[in-house]
């Protein structure tokens, strides 16, 4: 089982930053793939970006170049940069994890962090 923790959130101004952290805890073999995904009101979850074990990365194009994911294997923790924020990237953040329980399981697990508010306003 894997249990996430999501802090960071918070107020900004128009062009402000903001950095997410996810701390995972529990009792797993891997956490094959880290992401963080958004919802706004109204609006369904998407995904913001997520990252593997081997630190490849994905972003979804409106985040593209103003946000930057990263993970600390050692610490069993993921990380997201906001910069240059927009009132559009306010929302509720959740992270997510690909997980294998044990060894050597074939199938991963999701999981989903209770999420954090980042709201992006003047």
């Known amino acids: 089982q894997v249990q996430l923790v999501e802090s960071g959130g918070g107020l900004v101004q128009p062009g402000g930053s903001l950095r997410l952290s996810c701390a995972a805890s529990?009792?797993?073999?891997?956490?094959?793939?880290l992401g963080w995904y958004r919802q706004a009101p109204g609006k369904q979850r998407e995904l913001v970006a997520d990252?593997?074990?081997?630190?490849?990365?994905n972003y979804a194009d409106s985040v593209k170049g103003r946000f930057t994911i990263s993970r600390d294997n050692n610490k069993n923790t993921a990380y997201l940069r906001m910069n240059s924020l927009k009132p559009e990237d306010t929302a509720v953040y959740y992270c997510?994890?690909?997980?294998?329980?044990?060894?050597?399981?074939?199938?991963?697990?999701?999981?989903w962090g209770q999420g954090t508010q980042v709201t992006v306003s003047s």
């Open positions: 997510n994890a690909k997980a294998r329980l044990s060894y050597p399981d074939i199938y991963d697990s999701n999981y």
């Open positions: 529990g009792s797993f073999f891997s956490l094959n793939v």
């Open positions: 990252i593997t074990a081997a630190h490849n990365t």
